[in-house]
């Protein structure tokens, strides 16, 4: 099972997101990573909206997505929440 922040659940109807979207803090990042934390605040929220259209799909055609597809999914977010943590430890 991936770590934390991003996670599909093994059904794939439900993604959990970090504070990291909801309560933008953007002191705490150089003016060179604004940018970049906002593109990805963006995307992610994208992500989520394409997330919650899979699942109301699965519903409404009571077909569920293939479990590898969630696999798939949440070995790409657990990347991203490790190269997150690499960067939020970097010194």
């Known amino acids: 099972m991936p770590r934390a922040s991003c996670v599909a659940t093994s059904t794939g109807n439900m993604w959990k997101h970090s504070s990291l979207m909801s309560s933008p803090n953007s002191t705490s990042v150089s003016a ?47 990347d991203l929440v490790s190269i997150l943590t690499t960067a939020s430890t970097a010194r």
């Open 32 to 78: 060179k990573q604004q940018p970049v934390v906002t593109r990805l605040r963006d995307t992610l929220e994208q992500a989520l909206a394409y997330a919650r259209a899979i699942a109301d799909n699965a519903t409404d055609d009571q077909q569920p997505i293939p479990l590898e597809l969630v696999e798939d999914i949440s070995s790409n977010c657990s």
